[in-house]
């Protein structure tokens, strides 16, 4: 069974958290991430902070191999600095036709005003290493020797540990509003982020799914340019402490409080089973690091239960800090009730 990670609006609404933490609970034989060096996850684990922008953020559990998928685009500088800081080495594969970005794609996408300057890109040459392998004209992972040992056939080891009964979950990068078909085009990314699009960048049928779990945070963020319904100022973002800053460009987020009319939409699009809600304790502070639901206060719990209602889709993870553990699991509450 595969589970799958979606994000929620416009990416960075705590993936990375949700990954680890269920990578942790769940054992997974392999973990996959789609998407690019675009987008950052980071994890707090004991004490420690990483911010990748490769590695899946499920790599966390020693006992999982980590794949890269044929959709993925990587960069080498940044594949090997992440392999030395997570120790993945002798638990890595790549699949043969994983692409490769270069600087040259880095540089043409800095001349792009149009990307840089209206879209907004993190112009990190993902969109222009993906129109090449749209021409056919970038090269593969297959092209490299010095990848040689990391080459792999993705699908069919994901499929036949499927065949066999076997867990793993892939993390989605970026949100569906980001998606290059179903967000506010042309303020969207080179791919499609769904789960449809997860799917096809792995290569593996959608009858192997389980879970589809989609992050939402509790309030929304975007950078970069482009609609989000319900923005607020920067002083009213700073007043409900809705402040964040990209991990890839340092920019400040824009914010909006959670619209659950958009959500309910997100959900039904993307199939979704399960909803993750990360920062609950920026909305409810007295919810900081609480781990079980029953101890949430009532306005919280109120708050939880909306979100269910509005979507119709089941709270499975609720987050409330930093650390991997500060998560408040239902999925395991309600089984075990
Ligand atoms: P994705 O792009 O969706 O993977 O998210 P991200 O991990 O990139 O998000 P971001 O870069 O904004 O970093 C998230 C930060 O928020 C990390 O430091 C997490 O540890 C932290 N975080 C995640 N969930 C929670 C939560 O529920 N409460 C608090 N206080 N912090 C959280
Ligand atoms: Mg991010």
Redesign the pocket.
């Known amino acids: 069974m595969l589970d799958l990670l979606v994000?929620g609006m416009y990416?960075?609404?705590?993936?990375?958290?949700?990954?680890s933490y269920m990578s942790l609970n769940g054992k997974p034989r392999y973990a996959l991430r789609t998407g690019s060096v675009n987008?950052?996850?980071?994890?707090?684990h004991e004490g420690k902070?990483l911010?990748l922008r490769i590695v899946p953020?499920a790599f966390i559990n020693k006992s999982t191999k980590i794949l890269m998928p044929p959709g993925c685009l990587i960069r080498l500088d940044v594949l090997y600095k992440e392999m030395d800081e997570t120790g993945i080495k002798d638990r890595l594969g790549i699949d043969a036709n994983a692409a490769v970005i270069t600087q040259t794609e880095v540089d043409e996408e800095r001349q792009n005003a149009f990307l840089s300057k209206e879209v907004g890109s993190t112009v990190q040459g993902v969109g222009a290493a993906e129109s090449k392998r749209i021409l056919r004209k970038l090269k593969l992972a297959k092209d490299y020797e010095e990848l040689k040992d990391y080459i792999c056939n993705v699908p069919l080891l994901v499929t036949e540990a499927m065949e066999k009964g076997e867990y793993a979950i892939a993390?989605g990068?970026?949100?569906h509003l980001l998606s290059v078909y179903h967000g506010h085009y042309p303020y969207v990314t080179s791919r499609n982020t769904s789960s449809s699009g997860i799917l096809g960048e792995i290569g593996i049928s959608p009858k192997h799914v389980g879970e589809i779990v989609m992050?939402f945070?509790?309030f929304t963020?975007r950078v970069g340019g482009g609609p989000l319904e319900g923005e607020l100022s920067e002083k009213e973002a700073e007043s409900l402490g809705y402040v964040?800053f990209?991990?890839v460009t340092g920019r400040r987020?824009r914010a909006a409080p959670l619209d659950l009319g958009l959500a309910k939409e997100i959900c039904r699009i993307n199939g979704t089973t399960q909803i993750a809600?990360?920062?609950?304790?920026?909305i409810f502070k007295e919810s900081?690091k609480k781990r079980r639901y029953e101890e949430l206060s009532a306005d919280a719990r109120r708050w939880i239960e909306n979100v269910e209602d509005k979507t119709g889709v089941k709270v499975a993870f609720?987050?409330?800090?930093?650390?991997?553990f500060?998560?408040i699991d239902l999925r395991e509450e309600r089984a075990r009730a």
């Open positions: 994000g990416g960075d609404e705590g993936k990375g958290k949700i990954a987008a950052g996850h980071t994890i707090v902070k911010g953020a993390e990068s970026q949100g992050v945070k509790a963020t964040e990209g991990t987020r809600i990360t920062k609950l304790d920026y900081h609720v987050g409330t800090g930093e650390d991997v500060d998560i």
